[in-house]
């Protein structure tokens, strides 16, 4: 982080990560393991934590050496937005210090910051942030992809 105890960062991930986590999200959708009641997410297929499997956490360490963090990345999960699918304002500073956001593919659904910055999903980009700051996911009507990550410092 620069410092500010509210900045974003963007970063790029290589596609062999993207497909992977893209690959994961359709085994568990065809094994209909969908957590999104209880969660955030509106009108989507929301995944438990991916990292209890074993290829999952070999893609989690490439994430970790892409960002250049030495930060614990223990819990991501994937989500799949139906039409209109959404995520309610919240944030995530009860369970970790940073989360990102992982966009598996091009999409509508700007993320959007308390700060009013709206990232818009980009297959790759990964956006780093404090876990803290208030954020929501703005209704997609195609179809948007994301991993959402949990890092704790070490």
């Known amino acids: ?5 509210r900045s974003i960062e963007e970063y790029q991930v290589t596609n062999d990560v993207v497909d992977d986590l893209l690959s994961t999200l359709e085994i568990m959708k065809d094994q209909g393991l969908d957590t999104s009641k209880n969660t955030c997410t509106i009108n989507g297929f929301q995944t ?6 074993k290829t999952p956490q070999e893609v989690a360490q490439k994430i970790i050496v ?3 963090k030495d930060l614990n990345l223990f819990h991501i999960h994937l989500i799949e937005y139906n039409q209109a699918g959404a995520q309610t304002a919240h944030d995530h500073k009860e369970t970790e210090d940073y989360s990102f956001i992982l966009y598996l593919n ?3 659904g700007n993320t959007v910051f308390e700060n009013h910055e709206e990232i818009t999903p980009k297959k790759g980009k990964l956006v780093f942030f404090n ?5 929501y996911g703005k209704p997609s009507m195609k179809g948007k992809k994301i991993a959402v990550g949990a890092l704790k410092k070490h």
């Not at 982080?1 to 105890?5: A, E, F, I, L, R």
């Not at 876990?131 to 954020?135: A, E, F, G, K, M």
């Open 1 to 5: 982080m620069d410092g500010s105890k």
């Open 48 to 53: 438990e934590n991916i990292l209890k499997y």
């Open 66 to 68: 892409q960002l250049k």
């Open 106 to 108: 091009d999409s509508d």
């Open 131 to 135: 876990s803290d700051i208030t954020h």
